[in-house]
């Protein structure tokens, strides 16, 4: 095992004897993480910063569900992209509009890239163009495209069934090439 592993094992475990170094050691190796998976799904910096607090208090209180079958990072995103979801359709609900109205933009472009340049930009405006899919589109895409979930684990998020969750994707995936031309 890496020394990063039985770090991670060690702080998990003393986190769930309530000490709080080991909370803040955590905190400080996945925020930034748990921080952009809340942001891709919320859209609102500051949403996605309460929906990142709150789940890290979530993982701490419930640390005695942990089993370690999956790594602690995996099971941490998928409290935090639970609660993204449900911030994100509560808003929804309530008919606030996210600040994803104000578009991502290239500061300070001249039309003279670089090759890592020219990705950052093209992979920008794939970003711009998925926040104007419809809203199961866009949470769909990121967690299978930015995420990396499969079929099935997407499906268990978002409380659909196998089929509709690759029709959705097949869907999305087609939406979002006719916007991009």
């Known amino acids: ?14 986190c769930s004897q309530g000490d709080q170094r080991a909370q803040m050691e955590i905190y400080n190796r996945y925020y930034k993480a748990m921080y952009n998976t809340a942001l891709r799904i919320v859209q609102d910096s500051f949403e996605a910063e309460d929906v990142m607090q709150e789940s890290f208090l979530n993982a701490f209180t419930k640390l005695d569900s942990f089993k370690g079958e999956v790594t602690f990072g995996a099971w941490l ?13 509560k808003n929804q609900k309530k008919g606030e509009t996210p600040l994803n109205e104000v578009m991502y933009r290239v500061e300070d472009y001249d039309g003279v890239t670089s090759d890592h340049e020219f990705t950052n930009v093209q992979a920008q405006k794939v970003l711009e163009t998925m926040n104007l899919l419809k809203d199961s589109y866009k949470v769909s895409l990121t967690l299978h495209l930015i995420e990396g ?4 684990e997407i499906s268990e998020i ?9 029709t959705i994707i097949s869907r999305a995936k087609e939406s979002l090439r006719k916007k991009m031309n």
């Open 158 to 166: 978002m409380g659909i069934s196998y089929a509709n969750c690759r």
């Open 1 to 14: 095992m890496s020394q990063t592993k039985l770090d991670t094992k060690a702080l998990i475990q003393k």
């Open 149 to 152: 979930y499969d079929y099935e």
């Open 77 to 89: 995103k998928r409290i935090v992209i639970n609660n993204s979801i449900y911030h994100y359709r």
